[in-house]
């Protein structure tokens, strides 16, 4: 409601309440769809498996977006911004306590990333979140070496075929780490986070940084 859309190669209109329920009802139909294809049951933790059922609506969205005739860059870019509001919540109440009680973007980073490792993104190993964590001075590193929801996005591409949904999901969920770290921080400075292979990109980890100062 708050963008134009472009629909089977229409002019671009605005969505009206109507239309948004409309969607919303076809996001849940195809939840439910490709919920299967999550197995969800054999994730070992509670976070992890919230985790998943947030991609599977991602997907959802996304497909039915494309199935709506919006065109695939517009359909990735309106997922990803529904998304990010939701990410930037759990971001902001997570590192609420840190932020308050500490000056140091550093500090604040270090103590939100460490709960967060604790839920949702708790890393008991494959098929849930696998991780490896360590600091460098004042800045906190992990090393991801599974991901379930991304591996929830192939395991859709492999049985339900390609309709570009790695790409939506790198578009959202890869990318909002770096305005994230800089979210938790708070200093009024850019450049928290520091990541140069991705496991949506093939690479065989996320190499993630946060960093206490900006760069």
Known sequence: MTREISENG?????WLP????RFLSKVAAVAEDLRPVANLDALPKAGNRLMVEMAIFTSAAYRVLLDEGVPADSARALVADV???????????TSLPFRLTSRDPGRRLRRTIRLLLRFPFS????PGYAVNVRTEGPD???DFTHCPPQTFVRTLIATQGDRGDLEAFRQSWCKYDWP???LIADDGQRGHYVRRQTLSAGDPRCDMCCAARGH
């Open 180 to 182: 994230g770290a800089d």
């Open 140 to 142: 906190i590193l992990t």
């Open 10 to 14: 229409q002019a671009s209109r605005r």
């Open 18 to 21: 109507s239309d948004v329920d």
């Open 123 to 126: 890393a008991p190993g494959a």
């Open 83 to 93: 998304g990010w509001d939701y990410y930037a919540r759990l971001l902001r109440l």
